[in-house]
């Protein structure tokens, strides 16, 4: 299958919606997060990341939002246009993994998914931008 991380950037964050809205909390908290890995990759090839055909070609860049938050900053801080690109310091998914697809759903509550959603909503922010300013 072709990627497509602005696709994937959509669709997940549409279902997180719809998962916050009937209060699946732990669900919507992975897609939330999974959202804007996507978007943030999506952003990362404009700003030069290699890619093979189906992931990126970097190891380095085959990681999720959590760690994909910090990657973001090296590509765009090394591309002209990344200036108008810029995400906050901190890292809203410092406490997100992956692997937390396994937890219990219990783990998880308003305050975590509201944060996540906020780190989400800034990744959507830029990829509106980028729309709007021809960059994507």
């Known amino acids: ?75 765009r801080s090394g591309h002209l246009q990344g200036i108008n690109y810029a995400l906050p310091t901190g890292n809203p998914f410092s406490d997100w993994n992956v692997n937390q697809r396994y937890a219990h759903r219990n783990n998880f509550d308003s305050t975590r998914l509201a944060n996540h959603r906020t780190g989400g909503e800034l990744v959507r922010v830029l990829i509106t931008k980028a729309k709007r300013d021809g960059f994507l």
Request: hydrophobic residues 40%.
């Open 1 to 75: 299958m072709n990627l497509d991380f602005l696709d994937a950037h959509e669709r997940h964050w549409e279902d997180a919606e719809l998962l916050k809205d009937g209060n699946r909390l732990a669900n919507a908290d992975q897609l939330f997060g999974i959202s804007a890995e996507c978007g943030l990759k999506c952003l990362m090839i404009q700003f030069g990341m290699p890619m093979d055909t189906d992931k990126p070609k970097d190891r380095k860049d085959r990681v999720h939002v959590n760690e994909i938050w910090i990657r973001f900053e090296a590509y």
